[in-house]
Each structure stands twice: as C-alpha cells, then as structure tokens.
C-alpha cells in the first residue's frame, strides 16, 4: 500500500504510538487527523506537530464516535485509513474487592468494542474511496496473556479475533485490513506496571515500532508482528504452557505486594 498522499485517522494520538504514527506519517506526506480525549494534550500535540488535525472525542463512547464520523467525513471527505490505536491497559488484582465494574467496562469499550463500532461507523465511507485501509492495534498479549492485566488481554486477543474476521469479509473490496501487534514498547501504558511485572523483558522504542509498522502497510503484511510480538505467537504454538508459565511470574509479584 501507498503510505504517502493519504488521509488518515488516528484514535488515541496524543501520545505513545499514537502520536508517533502522526509524527511519521506527516513526514511522508499524508493528512493525519488525531483524536483524544483530553483538549489540553490535544491542544500541546498540536504545538509539537503543527500539521496534525486534532478532534477531541473519546474512542470507547458510542455517541462520541457516531459524532466523530460526522465531522470526519464532512471536514475530510478523502479519509481512506482508519488507524484503531486508541487503548487503555492497567495492573489489576481480581481478588481486590475496590475493582469497579465501570473501569473493568471501560477497558473494554476502550480496547474492543470502540474499534469495533469504529470501523461498522466509517466502513461504509472507506469502501467508497479507490483505496483504503484499516489497522487495527492489537498486542502480542493477544497470543499469550499476561495475567496481571485480565481485561486488557481478552479484549486485545478479541480485537485479534475480530480483526482477522473483518479481512476475511472485505477480502473482495478495496479495504485493506492490517493489525500491529506491539511488543513491551516504550509508552506511557507502562507506567502502571514496576520493574519486577516486566523482568526479562526489554521494551522496544515506539519509533522502532511504528517504522515497522509503516513498513510492514507499504509491503501489505497484514498481521505486523514485530520483535517479541512474533516470539509470543510462535511460543503459544509450539510451548504454550511454557510460555504462559513465564508470563504468569509476574502474579507472584502482585499477590505479595497487595497483602
């Protein structure tokens, strides 16, 4: 695929992945729209990277995003890539009583059902255009869980599942469907998480990461899997016990640090 000349949507950009995908893609000449839900880091995205369009709206809300769509096409009527990178990953004990059923509800709006209702919003537009595309941000934690984040590898292993659904189903149309599945990377998603829940793992920049991912569209890899992302998918083949052995390591931890 083209990645140049483009007019692209990105939900979640003002940080992390997110941003540097509207960093790069600027560079290589596309229309990059950014949405998020705080105004203020919207407002100081857009005093880093001049060129971006910001739309503050929220990823997991049904009436934000039926709202989003009607600026979008309207503003944008060439949008023809919808990047689903929005998400939200936390250090959860399911023994801990004070867990809020809202925030468990709120992960998954974040994470699955939002790009969900992304792509049943602007599919229709984005089957109009000559080409487009739709990249859906999973994890490699959708191969192999990490048990210390529950919610947010069910929903990332059910935006797998969904992802390869969609292509199967636009396979005779002009959508592309893609899916980057990060490794541990460098974003403010780790900051929940300490040293000890990541042993012996080493992150990748979001730089590295998103360059892969640009290359991997340009070469119409349709399930980007960079670094340990492609360890953790071959591993939960051929040892999945072993692998899921190493990743649960990390419930020791969280069980004695809670008591």
Aim: glycine fraction near 6%.
């Amino acid at each position: 695929m083209k990645m140049s000349g483009n007019t692209i949507l990105i939900t979640g950009g003002t940080s992390g992945i997110g941003f540097e995908f509207a960093a790069q893609l600027l560079k290589l000449g596309n229309t990059v729209i950014i949405t998020g839900r705080d105004q203020v880091r919207l407002d100081d995205t857009k005093k880093k990277l001049p060129n971006v369009h910001t739309i503050q709206s929220d990823a997991g809300d049904p009436r934000a995003i039926a709202a989003l769509f009607g600026i979008v096409v309207k503003q944008f009527p060439k949008l023809n890539v919808l990047i689903n990178n929005a998400g939200l990953m936390r250090r959860i004990n399911l023994h801990d009583p004070e867990v809020d059923l809202d925030d468990l509800n709120r992960e998954i709006a974040t994470n699955l059902s939002g790009p969900i209702r992304m792509v049943k919003q602007f599919l229709s537009h984005l089957k109009s255009q000559e080409s487009a595309a739709i990249m859906n941000v999973s994890s490699g934690l959708a191969f192999v869980p990490l048990p210390i984040s529950p919610v947010y590898c069910a929903a990332k292993a059910g935006l797998h599942s969904y992802t390869q659904s969609l292509r199967a189903q636009l396979k005779n149309t002009k959508v592309k469907v893609f899916e980057l599945a990060p490794p541990l990377t460098e974003t403010p998603l780790l900051d929940a998480f300490d040293s000890v829940d990541m042993a012996g793992s080493k992150a990748m920049s979001v730089s590295q990461l998103v360059g892969a991912a640009i290359r991997g569209m340009e070469q119409e890899k349709f399930e980007i899997r960079p670094g340990q992302s492609n360890a953790l998918k071959l591993m939960s083949r051929i040892a999945p016990k072993f692998i899921f052995g190493q990743l649960s390591k990390s419930v020791d931890n969280m069980l004695r640090t809670s008591k």
